[in-house]
Each structure stands twice: as structure tokens, then as C-alpha cells.
Nanobody
């Protein structure tokens, strides 16, 4: 499985970005997916996750109401729409395929990871 994340960039506070993660080698309709992020000097943290068919989603509290995760299984792509961005959202964002059990907000549940895309929010 290969994951290619894109869509990061530099944006002012209050702006929006849409991240994309294209998967190859795996049918996304059977796979839950997640987005995580890692700021310099920090541990990688959960941002959002979505079920295989896209009917259920979960979010980190601080992004609820601002971020939306969704999938296009026909394109094998998962997206993260990020609105009302804040400087504290600055991080490298990673997409991942959930392959193990346990909590959906834990990195240990994800067996495949993309290369990351940088998001920088200026104040």
C-alpha cells in the first residue's frame, strides 16, 4: 500500500486548506483511514478518522467544527478539509490506513502511512 499526501502549504490564520491522500494497492472502501499531525518537538497526534464506507467519523476536540474528513472510494482518496485554521494547527500532516484494532485515535492502529505534507498557519 502506498499513500501520497498533498495539499499542504502556507496560509494565514482563518484560512482554509484541503489535504488529499491518494492510496494505491488497497481498496479504501474496506479500510478506515485517519489523519494525524506532528509539530516540531511534539509527538504525532490524532486529528480525524473515518470508517471504511465513510459513514462514521471522529475528530480531535480542538478541530471539531473546523475540520472535515471524507472519502471518495472510487478515487481511493481521503480528504481533510480544514477551515478557520489557527497557528496551533501548524504541523506535518500524515494520512494512514487503519489495519489493527484498538482505539481509532491511536497511532498503533494504523499500519500504513503517507509521507506527510506540511501545513503552516501564520498569525
Amino acid at each position: 500500500v502506498q499513500l501520497q499526501a498533498s495539499g499542504g502549504g502556507l496560509v494565514q490564520a482563518g484560512g482554509s486548506l484541503r489535504l488529499s491522500c491518494a492510496a494505491s494497492g488497497r481498496t479504501l472502501s474496506s479500510s478506515a483511514m485517519g489523519w494525524f499531525r506532528q509539530a516540531p518537538g511534539e509527538e504525532r497526534e490524532f486529528v480525524a478518522a473515518i470508517s471504511g464506507i465513510g459513514s462514521r467519523a471522529g475528530y480531535k476536540d480542538s478541530v471539531k467544527g473546523r475540520f472535515t474528513i471524507f472519502k471518495d472510494n472510487a478515487k481511493s482518496t481521503v480528504y481533510l478539509q480544514m477551515n478557520s485554521l489557527k497557528p496551533e494547527d501548524t504541523a506535518v500532516y500524515y494520512c494512514a490506513v487503519r489495519t489493527y484494532g484498538g482505539n481509532y485515535d491511536s497511532t498503533t492502529g494504523y499500519g500504513y502511512w503517507g509521507q506527510g505534507t506540511q501545513v503552516t498557519v501564520s498569525s
